[in-house]
C-alpha cells in the first residue's frame, strides 16, 4: 500500500474530555488500524468482513451513546449533531456496499473515507458539545 498507509495515530487535540467517548473513539481509530493491518497482511475476505462488521456495528452503538451524552447536557445543536450521525450511518452502508460489488473500490479509498471522515468530525463537529459544556462550566 502507498504512502498514506501510516498508522492512524491517536492525538490529544482529539479529546473531547470525556472519558468514556474519548475511550470509544480511540476504540474506532484501533478498528481502523486493525483494518488497515488485515489489509497489509493480505487477510482473506473473512476477516476484513468481520472487521467492517463489528466497525459498522460500534460505530452505531458509539454514536446513540453520544446522542444520549448530547441530549443529557441539553447540547442545543444536538438535531444538526443527530443528522451528521446519520449522514454517515448511510455513508458507510454505501461505500462498504461498493466496496463487496465493484472491483474499482479499494480498501484503500475505503480507509481513507473512515479516516478522513473521524478526523473531520472529531475536531469539527465534537469539538461543538466540548465547547459547549466548558462554557456552561465557567
Ligand atoms: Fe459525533
Redesign the pocket.
Known sequence: MGANMDSNDWKDEYNVNHEIIDAQHKKLFDMINDLKKAIDAKSGSDVIDSIMKEMSDYTFYH?SF?ESYMEQIRFPQLAE?KE??ENLKKRLYDIFNQFYTDQNTSCCEVLQFLENWWKK??LE??RCYYEFIESVRK
Open positions: 454514536f453520544e449533531h451528521y450521525h468530525h472529531i463537529k465534537d
